[in-house]
Antibody, heavy 120, light 107 residues
Framework: QVQLQESGPGLVKPSQTLSLTCTLS??????????WSWIRQHPGKGLEWIGH???????NYNPSLKSRVSISSDMSERHFSLKLTSVTAADTAVYFC????????????WGQGTRVIVSS | DIQMTQSPSSLSASVGDRVTLTCQAP??????LNWYQQKPGKAPKLLIY???NLQTGVSPRFSGDGSGRDFTLTITILQPDDFATYYC?????????FGPGTTVDFK
């Protein structure tokens, strides 16, 4: 099955934009069966869904982050990306990309996660 | 948002024990409830979907039950590899939300 790999800077300065990319091992990003999602986990805390993109380019974001987040993809490529603007220390977390099965509403494939620290 | 709750927040158990974790939704979510296992430094792993369906490749020692507001995850014959944190997640509505987790550790 598909494998996911996050990449991006591990350190971001406050007020700047956090940018991460999730690369897929196959072309399934164009499948209509899945949402392609970002989820984060603050240190020692639980999981927070950030948002997702669908193959049509449709996006859906967590209202708590909606004003600062965007998820995009070039569906001809094997990746999708996260941008989070105006970051603060509260955005320090491990960021996961994940595949959500639309039919079962499950996150059935995850990347290994990438740690992002917001600090000057 | 659908705020999920889990209890207990942690529990201590021994190898061979049977443990039951609970998850509750604030309103009826049918069976749109999934369970994940997470170990330190790793991504969560899907165990149970749609409240009671075992994900392919997951040990049958894991089972899920429930509908509506109340759900359980049961682990029978606890193995050393099962000591981890378990999260429930609702798939009924957006934003998707997870419970705060239950950590199962060694007694």
């Amino acid at each position: 099955q598909v494998q996911l790999q996050e990449s991006g800077p591990g350190l971001v300065k406050p007020s700047q934009t956090l940018s991460l990319t999730c690369t897929l091992s196959d072309d399934s990003i164009r499948s209509g069966l899945y949402y392609w999602s970002w989820i984060r986990q603050h240190p020692g805390k639980g999981l927070e869904w950030i948002g997702h993109i669908y193959n049509s380019g449709t996006t859906n974001y967590n209202p708590s982050l909606k004003s600062r987040v965007s998820i995009s993809s070039d569906m001809s490529e094997r990746h999708f990306s996260l941008k989070l603007t105006s970051v603060t220390a509260a955005d320090t977390a491990v960021y996961f990309c994940a595949r959500e099965s639309i039919r079962e509403a499950t996150f059935d494939v995850w990347g290994q996660g990438t740690r992002v620290i917001v600090s000057s | 948002d659908i705020q999920m709750t889990q209890s207990p927040s942690s529990l201590s158990a021994s190898v061979g024990d049977r443990v039951t974790l609970t998850c509750q939704a604030p309103h009826d979510i049918g069976t749109s409830l999934n369970w994940y296992q997470q170990k330190p430094g790793k991504a969560p792993k899907l165990l149970i979907y749609d409240a009671s369906n075992l994900q392919t490749g997951v040990s049958p020692r894991f089972s899920g039950d429930g509908s509506g507001r109340d759900f359980t995850l049961t682990i029978t014959i606890l193995q050393p590899d099962d000591f981890a944190t378990y999260y429930c997640q609702q798939g009924d509505n957006f934003p998707r939300t997870f419970g705060p987790g239950t950590t199962v550790d060694f007694k």
